[in-house]
């Protein structure tokens, strides 16, 4: 059974703080892995990491992915406020004609002022 | 450009009845999905197409059905709606099956 792991559940930080959140997954025919915000509705796409050891940057947020540990990490630097969200992370795996995406629990961020 | 749009945003049922939520994406995708998301329990995937014309099950059917009544739309219904199935059903399309996904805002749904 496919299984996509977060940690930590929550996070209580400050405005100013850096923090680093974690994915680990165990899946067979692994394709990519995402990440996304969300708020209090949709999730809103943030990254797609197919390849190991490249960077992917968007402002104050960063990820990166290493196949051979089997894991990801989302680096917010400076947070804000309106960072706090749950930030879910996904693998994509394919399997007999098929697609589809495993997501974690989510990591429940809170930026206090 | 609207993206993903869901119907309704709130429903609240008696168990036993059913309902169709209803999902359209204007962004030309080929592959469109339906997702439920629970409390400790992530976003877990009930149906999904992966083009016009075709459906199949995802890792939560039981209690679905799926229609793609065309490219644009994809709906969801409960036939006999039951209080498990109270959750926040989310919709969500890819360009492919291999892409991101982009979601809608969400149907929550209580079942009493």
């Known amino acids: 059974e496919d299984k996509v792991v977060q940690s930590p559940l929550s996070l209580v930080v400050h405005e100013g703080d850096t923090v680093t959140l974690n994915c680990s997954y165990e899946v067979t025919n692994f394709r990519s892995l995402l990440w996304y915000k969300q708020e209090k509705k949709a999730p809103t796409f943030l990254f797609m990491l197919t390849s190991s050891g490249i960077e992917k940057k968007s402002g104050r947020l960063s990820s990166i992915l290493d196949k051979k540990e089997l894991f990801s990490i989302l680096n917010i630097t400076a947070t804000q406020t309106g960072d706090s969200a749950v930030y879910l992370c996904?693998?994509?795996?394919?399997?007999?004609?098929?697609?589809?995406?495993?997501f974690g629990k989510g990591t429940k961020l809170s930026v206090i002022p | 450009n609207a993206g993903v749009t869901q119907t309704p945003k709130f429903q609240v049922l008696k168990t036993g009845q059913s309902m169709t939520l209803q999902c359209a994406q204007d962004?030309?995708?080929?592959?469109m999905y339906w997702y439920r998301q629970d409390p400790g329990m992530g976003l877990r995937l009930i149906y999904y197409?992966?083009?016009?014309?075709?459906?199949d099950k995802g890792e939560v059917p039981n209690g679905y059905n799926v229609s793609r009544l065309n490219k644009r739309e994809f709906s969801l219904r409960l036939e006999s709606a039951a209080p498990s199935q109270t959750s926040v059903y989310f919709c969500?399309?890819?360009?492919?099956?291999?892409?991101?996904?982009?979601f809608g805002p969400g149907t929550r749904l209580l079942v009493l």
């Open positions: 197409s992966a083009s016009e014309g075709t459906t």
């Open positions: 962004m030309n995708h080929n592959s």
């Open positions: 996904a693998v994509l795996v394919s399997g007999a004609g098929s697609y589809q995406l495993t």
């Open positions: 969500a399309s890819s360009e492919y099956r291999m892409q991101t996904q982009y």
